[in-house]
């Protein structure tokens, strides 16, 4: 049994609310602490919940919720750059599908969710420092407040301040060489059944896209490009420019070309850079300890990043609520989940090389594809461990 009495979470995007609501469940209290004045109301693109974060959801009780506000997806389609479907795969069997979300739709349903569990999520509290003591820890935040607990979670972001404050030598985000963009298109009906997911190598850009039961499609895809730039950076600049520059990119290829020209400038999502943190080499120091994004961000391409993130919540809950001493709780929490968070990144990564392939290495890859996949590619071995992966809740975790 947990001696903890109250825990201090840093952010409240998506790692955080998930992690209090993991803790909650374990009998431990918590608060949320959020830079933002509000949750990210309209900010952001999709994001796939696959059938692994779905089941750590699951465990904590809000995957009923989180599911009524997703688009299934059952089935993958990989095409060429005009449109033709090269093949296709049906998820795991025995897998529920996984989940497309609006991040901004999953941000506000968790923090609802974390308010109607009777954790407060304090707005407008961007940590800055802390100082630690044997009895406790004490966050301080940039408008002069401050907050005491027995542990601090750091579900910070990719960005986070926590990490630094463990260790200011820390990894930082690498870029990936390419922006994040998304676009809403009106019954464009390019898939013609909304329960597959499309992924195109195109001649010079990757290209995903999916049809809504309501008749939309919306697309995503990345742009190579030479500096990494934020999200705010990225909308700072002209939506038209970003899809004059997007439109030369899909020039030669279909649905890509057809989707962007009926593109306007409001319905465009400009992420920003697709970043990635391969290694963090210290997850925990004292009473703090890192979760989600702040500790592994594998990149977008792996569409493992939510799960990941709920995966890691749900396993922190049960190393704190099954190991007394802090210590040994944080080093179960990393060897629980180490391997896999960096198996999953180098995965990502070599996607990112194939999105950014010349022609010919693209060509040769969409020829071998098909053949790959009749013989030893099966969705089990592609899809597997990373989908598969269960959380048992009830077992009890040793030091
Ligand atoms: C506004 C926004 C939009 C996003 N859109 C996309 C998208 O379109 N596609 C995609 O793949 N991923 C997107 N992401 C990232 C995605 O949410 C994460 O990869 C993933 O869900 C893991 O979530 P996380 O909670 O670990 O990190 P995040 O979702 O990044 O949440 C971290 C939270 O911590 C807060 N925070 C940061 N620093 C501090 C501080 N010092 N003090 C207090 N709070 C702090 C942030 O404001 C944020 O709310 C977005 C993230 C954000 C913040």
Redesign the pocket.
Same mark, same amino acid.
């Given at each position: 049994m947990s001696k903890i009495k109250k825990v201090l979470i840093?952010?409240?995007?998506? /790692?955080?609310p998930?992690t209090a609501l993991a803790l909650r469940k374990a009998g431990i209290a918590s608060t949320i602490?959020?830079?933002?004045p509000t949750?990210?109301d309209g900010?952001?693109?999709?994001?796939t919940l696959a059938p692994n974060g779905l089941d750590a959801l699951r465990l904590i009780g809000v995957h009923k919720e989180v599911a009524a506000i997703g688009q299934p997806i059952s089935r993958m389609v990989i095409d060429n750059s005009q449109g033709k479907q090269l093949c296709e795969f049906n998820g795991l069997d025995g897998s529920e599908p996984s989940q497309v979300v609006w991040?901004?739709d999953?941000?506000g349903a968790l923090a609802d969710l974390a308010t109607k569990n009777a954790i407060d999520i304090v707005y407008g509290?961007?940590?800055?420092s802390v100082s630690e003591t044997p009895a406790g820890i004490t966050a301080y935040?940039?408008d002069g407040s401050s907050a005491s607990g027995d542990v601090l979670i750091g579900?910070?972001?990719?960005?986070?301040?926590?990490r630094a404050l463990i260790d200011p030598d820390a990894a930082t985000p690498e870029y990936t060489g390419l922006l994040?963009f998304?676009g809403r298109v009106p019954a464009a009906g390019v898939a013609g059944r909304s329960d597959s997911m499309h992924f195109a190598f195109g001649k010079e850009a990757f290209l995903g896209h999916w049809d809504t039961p309501e008749g939309e499609t919306i697309w995503f895809g990345n742009l190579p490009h030479e500096t990494a730039l934020t /999200?705010a950076q990225a909308r700072a600049i002209p939506s038209a420019h970003w899809l004059v520059q997007l439109r030369a990119a899909y020039a030669d290829d279909q649905p890509g070309c057809a989707l962007l020209a009926r593109t306007v400038p409001e319905q465009l999502?400009i992420?920003g850079a697709?970043e990635m943190l391969s290694k963090v080499e210290h997850w925990s120091k004292g009473r703090m300890v890192l979760?989600?994004?702040?500790v592994h961000?594998p990149s977008?391409s792996s569409g493992q990043?939510?799960s990941l /993130?709920a995966e890691s919540a749900v396993e922190l809950a049960r190393c704190l609520r099954d190991i007394p001493d802090l210590g040994s709780a944080f080093a179960a929490y990393e060897r629980l989940r180490r391997h896999r968070v960096e198996t999953v990144a180098a995965s990502a990564a070599k996607t990112n090389r194939n999105k950014k392939q010349r022609p010919v290495a693209k060509a040769l890859m969409q020829l071998l594809l098909p053949l790959a996949l009749k013989t030893f590619l099966t969705p089990d071995k592609m899809f597997g461990a990373f989908h598969g992966h269960r959380i048992d809740w009830d077992a009890s975790v040793k030091a």
């Open positions: 840093i952010g409240s995007g998506i /790692a955080g998930i602490y959020e830079a933002y949750s990210a900010i952001g693109g999709a994001l991040r901004s999953l941000n509290r961007r940590l800055v935040f940039a579900a910070d972001g990719i960005r986070s301040t926590v994040g998304g /999200a999502i992420v697709a979760v989600g994004d702040a961000a977008s990043g939510v /993130a």
